[in-house]
């Protein structure tokens, strides 16, 4: 399902050059779950969003279900993020101008994807239903992250990304929202991708890999 393969990425600074990520590689087989783990500057987020194709490589390959996004346009990445990948970032991200019930439906519905059944699955799952006509602004932390991951699964995406998913929740919510998401991407028969730092959260996934200075430097079995 993917399929990084000595990646490198660096920015430039005031300083001078920075290399982010020195020759990452890492495989993640369908229906399979990786938590990517490491300090606050080690990478976690950069591979990402490479992997998301929101950002391009210096060198190395990615390719998402067979596709290699260095031949793709921002066009092409774009698409093949609308139609195969799930996005759950920290920040929720959610549209402030439309009620739960139509941020559930926003990206399943640009994919062409919209399912009224799964999507009422899924708001039943994730305890959404009592508040879909709620805006952002009228929920918790917890209830819009909730509909954070109900928008990314809701077009059935085979990789789903998800960046510190529970950063923002204090522990209890964190572990029930964690739960939810590894329940339903489970159902989809999805593979997942997590950043995390939380190695608690880290060791409910199958596979753990530990970035440090921009290497994989170990890997640990769940």
């Not at 549209?95 to 994919?111: E, H, M, W, Y």
Request: charged letters at 20%.
């Amino acid at each position: 399902m993917l399929h990084v393969h000595e990646v490198c990425k660096s920015y430039p600074t005031a300083e001078g050059t920075v290399a982010v990520l020195s020759g990452v590689s890492l495989d993640l087989a369908p229906g399979t779950s990786l938590a990517l783990t490491g300090e606050s500057g080690s990478g976690k987020s950069t591979l990402l969003h490479l992997v998301a194709g929101l950002d391009a490589v210096d060198s190395g390959r990615i390719a998402v279900a067979g596709t290699r996004l260095e031949g793709l346009d921002d066009a092409g990445r774009a698409r093949l993020r609308r139609d195969r990948i799930g996005l759950v970032f920290q920040q929720f991200n959610l549209i402030p101008s439309l009620d739960v019930g139509a941020n559930l439906a926003f990206q399943a519905r640009l994919a062409g994807r919209h399912d009224r059944d799964w999507s009422r699955q899924l708001a039943e799952a994730l305890g959404l239903t009592p508040v879909l006509g709620r805006y952002p602004e009228q929920l918790s932390g917890g209830q819009q992250q909730r509909v954070a991951i109900g928008r990314a699964l809701a077009a059935r995406p085979a990789l789903i990304l998800a960046d510190e998913p529970t950063g923002n929740l204090d522990e209890a919510s964190g572990d029930a929202v964690m739960g939810l998401m590894l329940g339903l991407v489970a159902e989809l028969g999805a593979s997942l991708l997590m950043v995390t730092h939380s190695e608690r959260l880290a060791a409910r996934l199958d596979r753990r890999l530990h970035l440090r200075a921009g290497r994989v430097s170990e890997a640990v079995a769940a």
